[in-house]
Structure formats: C-alpha cells, structure tokens
C-alpha cells in the first residue's frame, strides 16, 4: 500500500488541497504533487498496461525516465495522449486515464497476450502472417495496428499557442542541480551573462533530496542558498520546467519551456521553444539509475532506489510500510536510509557485491538495517497484483531461492548512468568507464565546435560520471576553471567544504542472478515499455542480429517513447556478455534529439494557420477581395485573382465572360505581381546578351522586346519582355513565379562569373503596381483619363512612354500577352490602388470587366503564346516551342548555347509546338492528356507522340482549343491524333497554335 | 528453418531454441566472382536475383558497418511508381510488384502494406502536373487517379481540405502504394542472400578498388584483399568516394534527408499522404508511429544529421494539413544521406573502368526502388549489359542530354 | 541549424537567411568546350566527405554571394570569403592545411 506520510515533502504545500480524476475516479492531493506521486499518495498501484503483452504495470521511477506511467490528460480541445504521469504538476479539476486496456486497467481482455507470451516472442511477426497473402492486408495486418499504440489522436484542434525565442548567452547551463548551479554561480560573479534551465518544476536536482554535508549546513540548505542568490543574481537567469532536448551544429542548442502545462488555461501560451547559441554549454543533466533484470522485474511496487527516495522526500510517498532494496552500487544506501529516518521499515538490503566496510555501509548499520552481501532479488511473489514478498538467492548462482522476506515494495538499483545525451548529440563520444560500469563522456573527444575548437562544451557532475558529492563539486570547479578559459573570464573559483566518500565500486552486471536461467529470462525485463525481455535479447543474438543496432531494431529495445533511458546500458550489458565481448568494445548508442518528446505544435510554433505562410499581396488586392476574386496561389508566395466570380456563378462561367469581354470591348488586369527587374550600368546590355537568347543590346530606346532565358543545360527558365530604358539601363519583366529567382539568377552572374562587368540590378517588382486595360475600346477608355499621345503613331506596338494619367505619373507599356490592344501601366506600388478605381470608374461606359489569370490563359491560348510552366516544365527548348527567332545565330554565346548543342536537344523527333482542335468541337482535351503512337516501347508501355500542355474553352470561337507538343507536330498540320484520357479516348486534329486573329490587327491598332 | 505460424507455434512450445541465424557471418574467401560494395537494401538485392535470377552465387557483400545500417535503415518505407517518364515507371512499378509478394518470395514478413499513397495538389500548377501523371500511369498500366478533394476526405478524415493558405485542390492516388518495414527488407534479402550460399561480409570496409589494364581486378579492404571478376558499387551517398577510388567522376551530390517519428498511437491516419508543396509527407507506420519526412538539407552532407530548420518546416507543414496532430510529440529525428543527381533519376550503369558496375543516384527515393533496382542491376552485371529496365539510366545520358526528368513526380523538395 | 558569417556584413547569420549554391570554383563551358568540359560544369561535382568549397548567398541580408570553406561531416568552417574569384584565398587553404594537413591536396 502505497500512502501520504503525515509529515515531510519539500514540495508539497499541504494547505491547498487539489482536486483531480484518474479513471473517473474522485482523488484529492496536494499543490506541488505530481501526478505520479498523487496517485500513489491515493493507493494507486496500477498505472497502465504494456504495450505488448499488456501486463499490469505502476510507477519506475520518479522523472522524465518513466517508461510505463503514461496516460492521457485533459479533455477536448487540451486531450494529449502518452504524458508521463511523472511530469505532469497536479492542478485543479486534471482528468487523466491510463492507456491500451479494455475495457478497463483492472480488466484487461489483452492480458491474453501475456499467456500467450511464449508464442509472441521479438519479432515473431517477421515469421508468421505470411499466407495467406490477403490475409496479411485484410486481417492480420489490421489486427496488428489495432493492438498497437498507447493513446489515441485528439479528436479536437489544439488550441493552445506556441511560441519561439531566441538567446545568445555567454554560458547555457544544462541543469539545476548541485554541479550547475555551482559552475553557474562561479561564472556569473565572473561577470559572464549565465542562462540555466532545468526540466522539472523544482531546483537543486540530487542534492535536495539526499543531502550531505556542505560548507559545514546541510547540503540541501546550501543548495537553497544558492538558489537564492542566482534567482536574484543580475547576471543570470534561470528557466525551470525548461528541457534542453537538442544540440544541433554550430552550438544550437534547442530547448522546450513548459509554460502553462501545470496551469493550463485553454487558448493561452502552453509550451515557448527557445533557440539558443550559447558561447559556452555546461551539460550538468546528472545521471540515471538503471534497473535489475530480474524475473517479473516489472511488477507493480518494484521501483528505482532514488525514485522510491524522491517520492519519499519531495512529496512525503510511502511505497509501502515495508521496503526490501536490491542494489549493486552504494546509492541504493541512501534509499535504505531515508525510509528508515522517515520511520519506515527496511527488512533487508540485498548488495550483489561483495561484503565491503564502505562509509555508506557502516552508517546503515548503525541504523540497524540488515545487508546481505552476494544476494539479489530472484523473483517477486504477489497478491491480488501488489507485491507480497520477494525470494532471495545468491548473486552468482541460478536463482535457487534462500528465503523470501516479506514487503509492499521493492526498492532496486543497478547502476547509475550518467546522461550524457547532449553531450553525444553535439558530436562527443562516450567510453566505457569500467570502475563505474558505465558509458561516460570521453573527455578526449569532446564536441567540435565549428571553428575546430574542442572546448564549448563540458559535462559537470554526475553528467561526467562523478557521483558522490564531492567528486561532483570538485568536477564542477575544474569546469568551471575550463569555463572561464572558453569566455576569457577571470576571477576565484572556490571549492566548498565537502567530506570525501569513500565509494565502493558498482558491479557491473544487471542479470539478477548473474546464472538467470531461461525460464526467468523468459519474464525479466529489459525495456518496460516496449515489453523486451532478457530473452528476446538472447534470441536476437542466436538469430545472429549480432550488432547491437540490429538486435535493437529486432527487439524494439530502446525505441519507445522513453527512448531507452531505463534499457540501452542493461541491454547493451546483456548482449555484450552472451556474446563474450567486454563493454569497452561495445559502440555506445549514439543519441539523437530530442532527449525527451517534443510536442509537434510547439515546433511548428506560431506558424499556423494565417500565419503558415505570408501571402504578397498587391496594393489592389482589397479591391479584388471586395469584387469577387476566386483566388490561386502562384508562385514566389503571391496569389492572384483566378477569376471574379458574380452572382451564384460558376468559374468556368466567370472566365469565358471575363475573358469574352476583353475581345470585345476592354478589361482590367493586375500584373503587379510579375517581376520587373532593373538592370543598369555600361555593360547591361552586354550582359543581358548573355542572360537572353536574343540580342537586347540592340534594343533602341523606348522600344520593348519579347525574351527568352534558358539554364546552362539549355532549357527554358523564364520569360518576358525587356524595356529599353535609356543608354545604359533596362528594365526585365519576369514571370510571378519567376521574379525573384531570376533577380537572384543575375546577381549569380554578376557576383560570381563576371564580377568585373559593370552592373547593377535591382528587383523592383513590390515597388511598382502595373494595370493592363486592354480590349478594342483600351485606348478610349484611357483618353477619358487626361492622357495624351497613346495613338498608334505616338505609342505603337512593343514600345514604352512614360505618360501622365490624371494626377499620376506612371510609365506605359504596349504589350500584349492577350493579343487584344494592351496597355500595362505602371506606377508607384502605393498609387495601384487608386488609378485601378479611376480606370474602372471611366470604364463603365465601356462595360470594363476585371479579368484574371485564367481568362488571361484562355486569350493567350488563343494567339498561341506560351506560357512558362505550362508549355515547358524544364526540359523544352525555345526550339521546341517553334521560338528559333528569338534565339539569336549571331551570338557567340549566351547561357545554354552550349547546352543545346548537345545531339539530344536538337534531333529531329523532339516534341514541338503545335495547336490542338478536338474533333468534336465540344470535347476537352484534358491537360496533359498523351498522344498515342504506334505500337508500345522496350517496356510494353503504349507509345505517345505528345502530350496537351494547356487546354481551353475558348469563348470567342464558341469551341474548346488546346495547345501541346507533338513529335514533328509542325510538319504535320492537319494529322489526327488520338489522345488518351480517363474517359475514352479523343481525337484531335493537329493545326497551327493561333487560333485567334492570325494577322494581329488587334494586337497592332 | 522456414518461417510459418506452424514453427512459430512449435518452436514456442520449445523455447525457440531451434531457430537458426538469419544470415551466417563468414570469413571472406580470397577470391568471388561478383563483389557488390554496399550491404543496403539494393546491394542485398542485386547479390539476390544474381543468384535466384541467374544462378550466380560465387558472390560477396561488402558492408562497412551494419547490413542496412545505412539509408536502408532511415527512410520512411513509403513505396509507390507513380512517376511520370515511362523509363522510371518501368523500374519503380516493377519494383513495386516484387514488393507484393516479397515477403512470400524471401520467406519473411516484410510487412508491405498497399494502403495507398496519396499526392496532394495544392495549387492549380500542382494539379495540372499531378493530372499530367495520371494520364501518363494510365498507358503505363499503372492504377493511378487524380482524385477530388472530396474523395481525399473520404480516404483521410483527419486532413484539413480547405487549410487558410493551401486548400487541397485534388490529389494522385495510387492505390497499391504504402510502406513496408525497412530493416525486415534487408533482412529478409540478407537471409535469402545466405541462404544461397553468398557471402555478406560486415564491418569490412572497402579501401582501394584495383584495377589493371583498365579492368577492374579486386578491392583492398580493412580484412584484406579481395579479388573478383566483377565489382558493383552500390553504396548510395558515399558513391561519390567509391568512384574516386576507380578513378571516374560522378554527377551526384551526397546531401541529408531527415525524418522523424511521432511516439505510437492509436491507427488514425489508414493512407500514406504527401503535401509536397509545403514540403512534408506522413504515413502511420503498424507500430502506430506517425512517419514524417521532407525536403533534403540542400547541402553536401556526410554526417547523417541534419539542420533542425527542415524539421521545423515540416512539422508546420503538416501541423497545417493535419492539425488534430498538433498535440502528438516527436519522438525521434535522424537523418540519411541521399545522393542526387540533375534529373532526379538514378545511374544503373557501366562506368568507364571495365567490369565495373554502379549503381546510385536514387536521392530520397531509394526504399521503394529496392527490389526493381536489385533486378535491374543483377541483369546489368550478369549480362554485363543493361536490360531494358537499366538501359535508360546510364551515366553517358548527362554527357548526351537525354534526362529523365523527375523532378516533380519525384515529389521531396530539394 | 548552420550559422556564417557573411563577409560583406561581418556578422554571422542563421541559415535561414542563406540560400546554398553549391560547389564553388566551376569552370564555365563555353562554346569552344568539349561534352566532356560541359559535362563536367554541369553535372560532375566533387562531393567531398571532406572539406568542401561551397556557395551560399545572404539572401535574406545584404543579397551577396561568398563562398565557405566547410567540412561535410563535422560542419567545421574554414573560413568565408567573398565570391569573386576563381579560387579559395592563401589565408583559408593555410587555415585548413593547419587544422586537416592532407587534406589540402582537395583544394583547387
């Protein structure tokens, strides 16, 4: 029985009553309780099921090491499955139920499992399920994910926000413990600017709970002391409930706050991931015990020494009236000691080791606890699933038992392990200590830093493998020394006052008995919560998974949500000695982020939502937003309006109406978004022969001229019109998604190829808005605006001038990718908005439209103009689109020249441009619908000829028109093609790519 | 031993004690007629249909660590053929059929599971490319449709169709996608491998490759010598070194791919989904682990870590897509390294060192390509000369300007 | 997360202010090269497990292009240097030479 002593528990307030659920059941604890060490003050022996074989399991430990008190708290929107009860502060009204039984913890139908053990050994589903074949889809396959998983996914969203924060600091400290906070201290009166965070609500780690002596006060005391000063100490700063889980490269360092999680208020800040670069890192994250494998190790009352004694000092948790302890190290003592002091009974101490007069040993004597040297825990007997007595039997042996000693709990301790986690994530390695009998970090092999320094990070404490108090203190000054040399700081460092301890060293074996015999290793647990036994390491090692990352991956050792803290040395241990190789030679686990599970949201922080990704936005985009636009999202972070729907219509209505109106008297188009480009200076039209595949240098002032740029391998990347601006200075136009690549795509050039080249570029797109008005009214509806010289003569086709409209001053370009009369104003991005309103207000009398991108498609369609990311996807050439003018022979060399070359780019059977006319006038060819040729390929796969690259209703010609590439498609105007789509095929008629006003009178009035 | 319920049953009832090894660990011998450098899941793969195919099993694996322990080891087991250029669909689907029956063929549980694999479209260019690959599986005899949003609703109850900045337009589905568990691939090929009597040699790394008269003759390892009439390189993101040592260049570079994984839960997500314009896929493994990958890192790089900006980018991605998964935690984050070539295709090749084979450039999309890639390069080095299926993905196409571009099919941003 | 200093802005920025842009140092093919000289530009790379000579542009900064001295496995930085010229500069080969010895007969 597991009970709240009367007196006692640091962080407990016994005033403030708390009331909480655990299974729907009413409990009450105090503020300052876990969970955990709430429902063990309620008696609570049973905390869930495992996952496997769904044994009855309770509490192992007392911190983030836990590996089977898992539950689910809260309800709706705050439910979160798989939360160590360990690490969750007790709060008014928490609901929290255990994981994977049905139907109920105490009634579990999976407990068939556990009989059916032997039957479902590691990776027993790698030889079975195998036929028949759709049985594994249909049957065992679901069963499997079914019976899998602990908790469930939410069913609503999360409404808690997350935050970021960034820290540059001289020195992060890892840990609030006794070595931290020392290094700490000593570094801030030095005057660097100190930041320590620490994973649980409470400071002062070890040291608060098991005392000593320091300075001549009770070590905890000290430590409270020293607390104190750094809470108010100008130089740091301190962040408990605070992980550190990751170190990445470059001294990144990534740590997850705790905000409100002990205090949660629905839709308020819940977790702050903090981004740190320190100077320096002191990793002071202890150490952590390991368990005894044992048979039916894993029973409900059998816990860790220094969790039993956690629970006994931080929150006055009796385990039980009655507590055995089985240990091979001296740490388990103080767990002997404390319950004694608290008045409890410890009926026996069992020490694997050899009889020894340590200091340790002799206090407990004095108390008048029994040890008994060279025995361990065999196995543990039980009552109505809590622990009734325990059977001793000799460390060296098989397991005979000697006698059996009656208890409630049983208290064990297998060794410590020092957490060297970041220290590993940061590139340290790890060697086997042997005297300790644990991996520690190998100071000869520290973490690199990126300017090949060996000295931005240490281990202090128990983290470095020193244990007992003063090893701790004095590794806490010499890295404190070693500090101060990394941040050039100068100053005393002064060691406290502590008592050597004489320590006896651990054995260095977990197998209780070292002879365990195959039926009990059949039940002595490796990895609680993955259920991995000492046999199925035995079995990993007979199939030959002879690497130790094979025999994990084989038996899951190591991989659930505890990732191994309590398993990864003792399996490690296991398998070095069956297979007779010493643990010197064995390669440590290489630890990788996060040292304890992250919550997604709190990574994706406050990106979510309307804040996922900005959207650009052009200075007009109310007006669209207030006028009916169906948006698109294109590239470069922009959307555009796709069409303006009106009255209940439908898109496709919207577009052959908007579209339909521009050839027959005007519409109204943003393009603010493509890119306009400036480049100037003496060689810019040098360079821009380079960048095109035409000749611009030649480009008189004042005119415009349609470009094409192509990549080194030779293919199309982009294009658009250029502005002969004056002498020496251009203007680029780029396509949206193409703005900012083709700016950076320049400066490439210009910086890292022909850097002595003169010129300058700047990508202008945001700082000028740009309004098409075209149609055959375009430029009447402009003369109502006091404009002057648009005339044809004045302003022709492909030419530019700057104008006056009304009250702005902006600069006109006639251009036209709708092949209708077209002029594209541009003026100061923050003027759009107005000059859109005033060209619309005077288009009225014209029956203006604003059109979008997609009736801008179907009209350009309709003149046979490519578009960049339809008609290419980056393996067409300008030759392939029939474009050979505007590549130019005269060059010697311009980007992809050399490209296209190549045998491959120029044959004779590439896939050109051609129109498409459906035989039936009112059938669509799908986009990307295939041609078929005759006959299949070298793999049985049908041939085709081509493919459509963009397909229309065109509304002017009353028909659907598409455009593609064909094999040889030029030379066969008027071939029938049948293409194939997902509802039969079609047929259609190959014809020149202009369908609409093949003269281009439109285009030139 | 044959693995069946039946001796699972039987060897329970006697403590297991009469399963045998997977695969034997034997001492090299001095001399093979075929050494493929790289125990992954290809190299494994190719030693196995030299030997089921063409009855070549004087053959040795060379590892220089642990059998898979590679990208074999790290990826997120998705496996699906819906690409776009026919040469790759070829590959990729055969692949993808051997992988329905692997497990029967290798007398192991790869655990293949064809629940589907979805692609979302997420802006209208997506669509188009994504409608553009349906048209195309369809005369490559591939199931593929290019589905509603709707109908991705129906599949996936707990995606968010109309998220505020990418509302799912459509997606291409492909039924007889999914996942399948990655070590048991190798390991199952590792054991029908050492089951024909071919050798895999582990913690042997290759040092030198030798060469005479422009032919290959053997390779230094850390074990030795070893000499052989035929060399496969098949090594992934360390292909670049090899080729060193053979003295041709490569047009690959190594970067990291990351992924991570959710702690396990309860089956939620039934389909495999990949939002590739917001660079983030994720499946529910049988664990019940939430698999998640992304973009690669965008630079060369050989330390299998990788920067945690990707990660974050993913995680927003699919916190986007998924949000009911904003409250699940990650439990675990590594890293591989993938190598990339121009066009997103891989290199099944000769090389300009005769008898000298290689295989590489499969970037992030290798796990599926195991068995397909195992076939394809067991033909190659047998015949020593490609069979339709390799032919395509020769090295001399950069020289030629004959890509295979798969730059959108091949779905992970780079 | 990787973090250099830009040599225009003498500070050291995230990566996220980075694009990368890999391997430095190539040798354009022009009109005179042969398949194998515009192979090598456009495809054929290095791809050291070493150090690396590899581009990256303040994008999100001043916009320039340098060049970085990295080491593909452990991410040490050998030193950055701005993007015109055709080859690593003295200081930045001696620093790798004294911290990789060897591994200088890599360089350009």
């Known amino acids: 029985m597991s009970t709240r002593l009367v007196e006692g528990g640091r962080c407990i307030d016994r005033r403030q009553v708390v009331k909480f659920q655990f299974n729907g059941k009413q409990m009450s604890g105090f503020a300052g309780d876990s969970l955990a060490s709430a429902l063990l003050a309620n008696d609570q022996h049973l905390i869930g099921r495992s996952f496997k074989y769904h044994r009855p399991r309770g509490l192992v430990a007392s911190g983030p090491e836990e590996p089977n008190g898992l539950v689910t708290v809260g309800e709706g929107p705050s439910i979160e499955p798989n939360r160590q009860a360990t690490m969750i502060e007790l709060y008014e009204g928490l609901t929290a139920s255990s994981q994977n039984h049905f139907p109920s913890l105490e009634w579990d139908v999976g407990a068939v499992a556990d009989l059916a053990s032997r039957f479902l050994p590691a990776g027993f589903y790698y030889k079975s399920f195998m036929r028949p074949r759709r049985a594994w889809e249909f049957l065992f396959e679901p069963m499997i994910r079914r019976a899998a998983g602990l908790g469930r996914l939410p069913r609503h969203q999360d409404e808690s926000i997350y935050e970021h924060f960034y820290v540059h600091i001289d020195l992060l400290v890892v840990g609030g413990g006794v070595a931290g906070l020392t290094v700490a201290k000593a570094a801030a009166d030095a005057g660097a600017r100190v930041l320590i965070v620490e994973q649980m609500p409470h400071w002062g780690g070890r040291t608060s709970v098991d005392s000593g002596m320091i300075d001549g006060i009770d070590a905890a005391e000290w430590v409270n002391q020293l607390i104190d000063e750094l809470a108010s100490h100008q130089q740091v700063s301190m962040l408990n409930r605070t992980t550190a889980f990751g170190v990445y490269d470059h001294s990144y360092v990534l740590a997850l706050e705790r905000v409100e999680d002990h205090a949660p208020i629905s839709g308020a800040l819940r977790q702050r991931m903090w981004r740190m670069r320190p100077k320096c890192m002191v990793i002071a994250t202890g150490a952590i015990e390991r368990p005894l494998c044992f048979q039916d190790n894993d029973r409900p009352g059998v816990m860790l020494a220094s969790g039993i004694r956690d629970y006994l000092k931080n929150f006055a948790i009796s385990t039980g009236d009655r507590t055995v302890v089985a240990l091979n190290n001296d740490d388990g003592y103080k767990t002997a000691m404390a319950l004694a002091k608290a008045g409890l009974e410890v009926p026996v101490i069992l020490d694997s080791r050899r009889p020894n007069d340590g200091d340790l040993t002799q206090q407990v004597r004095d108390l008048g606890i029994k040890i008994e040297f060279g025995r361990t825990v065999s196995s543990v007997n039980q009552s109505k699933g809590r622990i009734r007595s325990v059977r001793i039997c000799s460390q060296v042996g098989e397991g005979a038992t000697l006698h059996e000693v009656d208890c409630e709990s049983l208290a064990v301790s297998g060794g410590w392990s020092p957490s060297a986690h970041l220290w590993s994530q940061g590139s340290g390695k790890l060697i086997w200590d042997e005297a300790l009998s644990a991996f520690r970090p190998d100071l000869k092999r520290p973490p690199l830093q990126d300017d090949g320094s060996h000295n931005w990070a240490f281990t202090a404490g128990a983290a470095s493998g020193c244990l007992p108090l003063d090893q701790t203190l004095d590794d806490a000054c010499d890295v404190a020394r070693a500090v101060f040399k990394r941040l050039a700081l100068s100053g005393k460092i002064v060691r406290p006052e502590v008592e050597r301890e004489k320590a006896e060293p651990p054995a260095s074996t977990c197998l209780s008995p070292s002879g365990i015999k195959k039926k009990a290793r059949a039940k002595a647990w490796v990895d609680f919560q993955n259920d991995v036994k000492v046999s199925d390491l035995d079995l990993a090692l007979q199939e030959g998974y002879m690497s130790s990352e094979h025999a994990k991956r084989y038996t899951t050792l190591g991989m659930a949500t505890d990732q191994g803290k309590l398993s990864n040395v003792n399996g490690l241990m296991i398998m070095a000695e069956s297979r007779g190789v010493e643990m010197s030679e064995v390669s440590p686990t290489t630890f990788r982020p996060p040292y304890t599970p992250v919550t997604l949201g709190a990574i994706a922080g406050d990106a979510r939502g309307s804040l996922f990704k900005p959207y650009r936005k052009t200075n007009i985009d109310e007006w669209h937003d207030k006028n009916g636009a169906y948006w698109e999202r294109v590239g470069a972070d922009w959307r555009r309006p796709f069409c303006y729907l009106k009255d209940g219509e439908k898109v496709r209505e919207a577009v052959d109406r908007e579209a339909l109106r521009v050839r027959q008297t005007v519409g109204i188009f943003d393009s603010s978004s493509l890119g306009k480009i400036w480049v100037s200076g003496p060689d810019a039209g040098r360079f821009l022969d380079m960048l095109y595949t035409g000749v611009m240098s030649t480009l008189p002032i004042g005119r415009c001229r349609y470009g094409l740029m192509c990549n080194e391998n030779g293919f199309l990347i982009d294009d658009g019109v250029v502005a002969r601006i004056d002498e020496t200075s251009f203007l680029c136009h780029t396509t949206t998604g193409g703005s900012d690549y083709i700016h950076g795509w320049m400066e490439d050039w210009l910086q890292c190829e022909w850097w002595n080249w003169k010129v300058y570029t700047a990508n202008l797109t945001e700082q000028f808005a740009q309004i098409v008005v075209a149609g055959p009214e375009a430029r009447k509806l402009l003369g109502k605006l006091n404009i002057s010289d648009i005339d044809a003569a004045s302003l022709p086709f492909m030419s530019w001038a700057d104008r006056q409209v009304g009250a702005f001053k902006t600069r006109i370009f006639r251009v036209s990718f709708s092949g209708e009369l077209s002029f594209e104003i541009a003026l100061p991005a923050d003027q759009g908005a107005e000059l859109w309103r005033q060209i619309y207000a005077a288009g009225q009398e014209f029956d203006i439209e604003p059109y979008g991108t997609e009736a801008l498609h179907v009209l350009r369609a309709e003149k046979g103009f490519v578009m960049i990311g339809e008609e290419t996807d980056g393996t067409v050439t300008p030759q392939d689109l029939g474009l050979d003018w505007a590549v130019s022979k005269k060059k010697n060399d311009f980007l992809g020249k050399r490209g296209q070359k190549r045998p491959c780019l120029t044959h004779s059977d590439r896939w050109k441009f051609v129109g498409l006319e459906t035989v039936e006038a009112r059938a669509k060819l799908p986009v990307g619908a295939l041609a078929l040729g005759v006959g299949l390929d070298s793999h049985g796969f049908s041939k085709s000829i081509g493919r459509v690259t963009s397909s229309y209703h065109s509304p002017i010609l009353n028909r659907t028109i598409a455009l593609g590439l064909v094999e040889n498609g030029p030379q066969r105007r008027g071939d029938i093609l049948q293409f194939s789509t997902e509802a039969g095929p079609v047929n259609a008629r190959i014809v020149s790519p202009v369908f609409y006003d093949p003269e281009g009178t439109q285009l030139n009035a | ?414 | 997360m990787l973090r250099l200093k830009c040599p225009y802005c003498g500070q050291m920025v995230d990566e996220t202010e980075l694009t990368p842009g890999g391997e430095a140092h190539l040798k354009r093919a022009t009109q005179n090269s042969s398949d194998d000289e515009l192979l090598d530009y456009l495809f054929n790379r290095r791809n050291p497990k070493g150090v690396h000579f590899e581009r990256w542009r303040h994008t999100f900064g001043c916009g320039k292009w340098f060049v970085v001295a990295r080491c593909t496995v452990t991410h040490e930085v050998f030193g950055v240097y701005k993007a015109q010229t055709l080859k690593p500069p003295k200081s930045v080969v001696d620093a790798i030479a004294n911290r990789r010895g060897h591994e200088t007969q890599e360089s350009q």
């Not at chain 2, 690669?296 to 945690?308: E, H, K, L």
């Not at chain 2, 033909?379 to 069979?387: I, S």
């Open chain 2, 1 to 414: 031993m044959r693995y069946s319920i039946f001796n699972l049953c039987r060897e329970a009832l006697c403590g297991h004690t009469g399963w045998p090894k997977a695969w034997e660990s034997p001492t090299p011998k001095s001399r093979y007629e075929v050494i493929i450098i790289g125990g992954g899941g290809h190299g494994l793969a190719t030693a196995y249909y030299l030997g089921k195919n063409f009855g070549i099993r004087d053959v040795a694996i060379l590892e220089k660590g642990w059998l898979g322990g590679g990208n074999t080891g790290r990826n997120t087991t998705i496996i699906r053929s819906n690409y776009l250029e026919n040469d790759s669909v070829a590959i990729y689907e055969k692949s993808r059929d051997l992988y329905e029956t692997l497990s029967q063929d290798l007398n192991m549980n790869i655990m293949f599971s064809p629940r589907g694999v979805m692609m979302l479209a997420q802006t209208h260019h997506e669509a188009h490319a994504y409608m553009r690959i349906a048209n195309a599986n369809r005369l490559q005899n591939i199931e593929t449709e290019y589905i509603s949003p709707t109908q991705v609703f129906e599949k996936c109850p707990i995606i968010c169709i109309d998220g505020p900045r990418y509302p799912i337009l459509g997606a291409l589905w492909q039924p007889r996608g999914g996942t399948a568990r990655h070590d048991t691939v190798a390991w199952g090929y590792a054991r029908a491998c050492s089951k024909m009597g071919i050798h895999i040699i582990e913690n042997c790394e290759v040092t030198g490759i030798n060469r005479e008269g422009g032919r290959v003759t053997g390779v230094t390892t850390h074990r030795g010598s070893i000499s052989c009439d035929k060399l496969g390189i098949v090594v992934a993101g360390h292909s670049g070194q090899l080729a060193d040592m053979a003295g041709f260049r490569l047009p690959i570079e190594s970067v990291a791919l990351q992924a991570l994984v959710s702690e396990p839960i309860k089956p939620c997500l039934d389909v495999v989904v990949m939002a590739n314009t917001v660079h983030g896929y994720i499946s529910q493994s049988d664990k019940g682990e939430m698999v998640i990958g992304g973009g690669t890192d965008g630079v060369i790089n050989y330390s299998q870590r990788g920067s945690f900006t990707y990660i974050e980018e993913t995680v927003r991605a699919l916190v986007e897509t998924f949000p009911l998964i904003s409250r699940l935690k990650m439990l675990r984050q590594w890293g591989g390294i993938v190598d990339m070539t121009g066009d997103r295709s891989p290199i099944i090749s000769a090389t300009p060192v005769d008898k000298l084979f290689i295989n590489c450039g499969w970037g992030t999309g290798g796990f599926k390509a195991i068995p397909g890639s195992g076939w394809a390069m067991a033909e190659l080095m047998a015949n020593e000369a490609p069979g339709s299926l390799a032919e395509p993905f020769s090295l001399d196409r950069f020289r030629e300007g004959r890509f295979i571009d798969e730059r959108v099919a091949a779905g992970v941003a780079h």
